[in-house]
C-alpha cells in the first residue's frame, strides 16, 4: 500500500478516511475495487444496510450485500460505519404499506422497529465501528411541519411514534453492541449560511440527549456540498467543534461535491467553476475535519463519478467524487492528498 495513500496519510493523524462502497461494484470490478481497498480505512454501505435491503420480505433477512462488505472489510484492514437503522427512506414496502392501510399500529410498528434495530447492531456486533444510528430527522427551512424543537413534523417515525423514538433507538443500538460509536447522521447541520437553525436545532437536542444520559456518541455532518452556493468553511469547523464540545466525536460522513453540467444562471463558466471549487471545498470539509480534535472520519459519498447518486436526484450536475468517470483521481483527490500530507 503506497504510502501517500489517503488511508496511510489519515493514518499518521489518527483519521480514517472513507468511502461509500456500491455492492454492485465490489469486487466484480477489479478497479473500483482496487481503490476501495488501498485508499481508505474506512467503509459505508451505500445501500446495503439499509432496511429495504436487509428484509425486503417481513420475517425474511437478506445479510448478504452487507455481509460482502463486512468481510472485504476485513480483509483489508478497514473500519466500517454502519447505514442506517432509523430513516424515512428505502423502508420496505410492506413496512410503509401496512402503517399506511392501518394493519400495522403503533404498539406494533415500535415492536418492529425495536426488532429491526437490534436484530442488525446483534448480527454485525463487535464488527461495526460507527453507526448511523438515526438519520436525516430534523427539518430544513424549507420543510413545512417543523416541531418546536426543530425535528421534522412529517418525518415518518416522528410521525407515527413520537419523538422519543430517537432516545429510543439509541438505547436499543447501544444494548445489542455496546462498543460501537453510535451516531446521528444529517445533512446541512454545519457551516450553513444565513440562520444555521438546522445546525442549533442538531446541537441543542443532543446535547439535552447527552445530560440525559442517552448513548449517543457522535454527529455526522454529511457533506453534501455544490460548486454554486458552496458552504462557509469557518463555520462549519466551528459547528463540528460544537459538537465536540458536548462530548461527542464527530465525523463527514457523506462528502461529494456536484458540479453543475449545464446552468445557465451561473456567473463563472461551470468548467472553470467546477475546477476551482470543487478541490477547495472538499479541502476546506477535510480541514475542519482536521482542526477538530473529535473528527474520528472523512468519508466520501462514492467512489468515481461513474457512479453516483447526484444525477439521479439533481438533474443537470453531477461529477461530485474524488475520481473520475474513467476512475483516475481528480484535483479534489490531489488536494485532499496535499491536505493530509501536510498536517
Ligand atoms: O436496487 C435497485 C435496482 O434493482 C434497480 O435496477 C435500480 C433501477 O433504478 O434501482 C435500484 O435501487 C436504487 C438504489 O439506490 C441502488 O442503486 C434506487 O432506485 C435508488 O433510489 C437508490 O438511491 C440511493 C439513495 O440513497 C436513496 O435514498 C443512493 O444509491 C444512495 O447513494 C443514497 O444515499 C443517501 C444516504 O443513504 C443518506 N444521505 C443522503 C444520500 C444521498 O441521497
Known amino acids: 500500500r503506497a504510502d501517500d495513500s489517503l488511508r496511510a496519510l489519515g493514518a499518521r493523524q489518527d483519521l480514517r478516511i472513507g468511502t461509500a462502497v456500491d455492492d454492485a461494484h465490489l469486487g466484480s470490478d477489479a478497479a ?8 481508505f480505512s474506512v467503509v459505508t454501505a451505500e445501500n446495503a444496510m439499509k432496511w429495504e435491503s436487509v428484509e425486503p420480505t417481513r420475517g425474511s433477512y437478506d445479510w448478504a450485500a452487507a455481509d460482502r462488505l463486512v468481510r472485504f472489510a476485513q480483509q483489508n484492514d ?5 447505514h442506517t437503522l432509523l430513516w424515512h427512506n428505502q423502508l420496505p414496502s410492506w413496512l410503509t404499506t401496512g402503517v399506511a392501510d392501518g394493519t400495522i399500529g403503533t404498539a406494533e ?10 436484530d442488525e447492531v446483534t448480527r454485525y456486533r463487535g464488527k461495526i465501528w460507527q453507526w448511523d444510528v438515526a438519520n436525516e430527522v430534523f427539518a430544513n427551512s424549507w420543510d413545512p411541519n417543523p416541531l418546536p424543537n426543530g425535528l421534522n413534523g412529517d418525518d415518518f417515525w416522528i410521525k407515527n411514534l413520537g419523538e422519543g423514538v430517537i432516545a429510543d433507538v439509541f438505547r436499543w443500538a447501544h444494548q445489542a453492541d455496546p462498543k460501537a460509536l453510535l451516531f446521528y447522521n444529517d445533512y446541512n447541520i454545519a457551516g450553513q449560511d444565513g440562520s444555521n437553525a438546522k445546525f442549533q436545532a442538531v446541537h441543542d437536542f443532543f446535547a439535552k440527549l447527552v445530560a440525559q444520559g442517552v448513548p449517543v456518541n457522535g454527529i455526522g455532518e454529511q457533506g453534501h456540498l455544490d460548486t454554486q452556493y458552496g458552504f462557509d468553511a469557518q463555520r462549519f469547523q466551528a459547528d463540528l467543534q460544537s459538537y465536540g464540545d458536548l462530548g461527542l466525536k464527530v465525523a463527514v460522513t457523506e462528502a461529494d461535491v456536484r458540479t ?6 451561473e456567473q463563472v463558466p461551470t468548467s472553470q467553476l467546477a475546477a476551482f471549487a470543487q478541490p477547495f471545498e472538499f479541502s476546506e470539509m477535510l480541514k475542519g475535519c482536521q482542526l477538530v480534535r473529535q473528527c474520528i472520519s472523512f468519508t466520501a459519498w462514492g467512489v468515481y463519478d461513474g457512479d453516483s447518486w447526484i444525477p439521479g436526484t439533481f438533474a443537470g450536475t453531477g461529477y461530485g467524487l474524488l475520481y473520475d468517470v474513467a476512475m483516475k483521481p481528480k484535483p479534489a483527490y490531489y488536494a485532499l492528498q496535499q491536505d493530509l500530507a501536510l498536517a
Do not use: P
Open 32 to 39: 473500483y475495487t482496487g481503490i476501495v481497498a488501498d485508499q
Open 78 to 82: 478497514q473500519s466500517v460505519r454502519g
Open 109 to 118: 410498528l415500535r415492536d418492529i422497529l425495536r426488532k429491526h434495530v437490534t
Open 260 to 265: 453543475f453540467v449545464n446552468n445557465s444562471t
